[in-house]
């Protein structure tokens, strides 16, 4: 297994590659010095290879070297930080944050 994780900033998302072939992203949106994200998937083709794990510590990671803290509304992300030893700073959201970021993904 060959996997790799891009960020695609004009599409707002992390991808993860398995072998070259798209297997997942997570998907966020900035809002100040935060970065919400709000969904991680992969394609059940690629499911059981740890795939998510692996997209969401490289995310966080890249977004934490960008500068943000993290807002978990995706269930997976906040399941990671909740279970995952790590140095991240993060919160749940707030009923603001979710109205927020309703408002930013039309």
């Avoid at 004009?10 to 809002?31: K, L, M, P, Q, W």
Wanted: net charge negative; with cysteine.
């Amino acid at each position: 297994m060959n996997t790799s994780v891009t960020q695609e900033t004009d599409r707002r998302r992390f991808v993860i590659t398995d072998d070259g072939e798209t297997a997942g992203s997570s998907h966020y949106r900035d809002h100040d010095a935060e970065r919400i994200f709000f969904h991680t998937e992969i394609d059940e083709a690629f499911g059981g290879r740890g795939l998510a794990g692996i997209i969401t510590s490289e995310a966080l990671a890249t977004s934490v070297a960008e500068g943000f803290s993290i807002v978990a509304v995706c269930p997976f992300v906040l399941k990671w930080l909740q279970t995952e030893e790590h140095d991240i700073e993060w919160r749940k959201p707030t009923p603001a944050d979710l109205t927020w970021l309703q408002e930013h993904l039309r």
